[in-house]
């Protein structure tokens, strides 16, 4: 993409649409010193900046005067990409009805529907769907719109989107997987509804951690309960420790009890030799070490 100078013209056309000043926008325009598509050295236009801030009758005008819809910056995002982004549906709309590319990627692979499922916009998600968006699309690292949304928490979405026949299991690059993401970030309702959907429960990243092992270091009781109720491996993953292991080395006591609770033993050891009660000790979480330790003589 080859990008002039700015003039002042250009600067002033600019400034308008990021306002969203529509007579100011139509002045410049009239004097026949600017393009309607001119460019800053990061490819933005007027159409993409009205876009971006919310300027509906703004955008509706640069559109009118001819504005190209498909015009995208130097990253490869467009007026539509930041309309999805930032919620504003009757942009959104506009510029779907004024020739926008509903799939245009930016350099990462993110797409508009993408970032409408990572900022939780229903209303635009189900419009871009409507409008024929792919959902088995992926950004450079494998991740897909169901991952974005499960990683963001994104209830509904995430729904409508199994709905759809999404694949639940997709993996990210490093092996990840939606569950996975959910478990990691504390989101129960939406691993609840993962595993309902049928995602495998010991589906792990390359490094060997699944997400029962993910929930459990990170502390997340709720996430625990529902991993629970779908049998987990409660032994050693191929990361040479266990779930129990993970919650005994950062002192969570309501998740050491959970998982003994349902069968983990607090006597295995893991890839170093150590049990789970040996890191909470190291770790100076005493009573997590002896809630441990006292676990053992109750099974023996």
């Not at 893991?270 to 009660?277: M, R, S, T, W």
Request: net charge neutral; charged share 20%; with cysteine.
């Amino acid at each position: 993409m080859s990008l002039k100078k700015e003039s002042l013209s250009d600067v002033q056309l600019h400034q308008a649409a990021m306002r969203g000043d529509v007579e100011g926008v139509r002045k410049i325009i009239d004097s026949g010193k600017v393009h309607i598509d001119s460019r800053d050295k990061e490819g933005t236009t007027p159409l993409i900046l009205a876009s971006a801030n919310g300027h509906l009758e703004c955008v509706k005008e640069l559109l009118d005067q001819g504005a190209d819809a498909a015009a995208c910056r130097v990253t490869g995002t467009t007026a539509l990409f930041f309309a999805a982004q930032c919620g504003f549906y009757e942009i959104v709309q506009l510029l779907l009805d004024n020739g926008a590319p509903v799939d245009s990627t930016s350099v990462d692979g993110g797409s508009p529907l993408f970032v409408a499922c990572q900022c939780g916009h229903m209303d635009i998600v189900k419009e871009l769907v409507e409008r024929g968006a792919k959902i088995n699309t992926h950004m450079k690292d494998k991740a897909t719109p169901l991952f974005i949304a499960a990683q963001n928490g994104h209830y509904r979405i995430l729904i409508y989107l199994l709905a759809q026949g999404f694949e639940p299991d997709t993996r990210r690059t490093d092996g990840a997987t939606p569950l996975w993401i959910a478990a990691q970030m504390g989101h129960d309702h939406i691993v609840a509804q993962l595993l309902k959907a049928g995602a495998r429960v010991d589906a792990a990243r390359h490094d060997g951690a699944t997400p029962l092992f993910k929930a459990s270091h990170k502390g997340h009781s709720a996430v625990v309960n529902e991993l629970l109720k779908y049998s987990p491996s409660l032994g050693l993953l191929p990361n040479g420790e266990s779930a129990l292991h993970a919650a005994a080395l950062v002192g969570c006591l309501p998740v050491c009890k959970q998982l003994v609770a349902a069968g983990a033993d607090p006597n295995l050891r893991n890839q170093e030799g150590y049990v789970p009660a040996d890191l909470s000790y190291n770790s100076r979480f005493i009573i997590v070490g002896d809630y441990l330790k006292n676990s053992v003589k109750r099974i023996k």
